[in-house]
């Protein structure tokens, strides 16, 4: 059997995946990408609520309080609000790629 020579370009390929062009293709990815990484940190930030008992700002509260050292819930604290502000970025970033 001899294989026959095709000629592929990438608009072809996309358009056999059902994408209209490239920018709509890329979109999808982006989209995947990022609903991936948000289910990873909402998933990070309730380990954090069930490991510590309480909400981000009930530990942001315990944070600013001072009064004795805790290293182990300030960096947890520190960690968590990373966690937590990827979420809102990723959430505005899926927004902006949902309206465009």
Known sequence: MQATATNYTTESIL?????????TAARQQARMMLLGRLTRFQTMTQLFERTWGCTLDEMR????????????????????????????????????LKTH
Do not use: K, N
């Open 61 to 96: 509260a315990r944070y600013e309080r001072g009064g004795h050292e805790d290293f182990e819930a300030d960096d947890a604290y520190l960690e968590w609000r990373w966690y937590a502000e990827a979420v809102e970025t990723i959430q505005a970033q899926l927004t902006t």
């Open 15 to 23: 358009a056999t995946l059902g994408y209209p062009d490239a920018m």
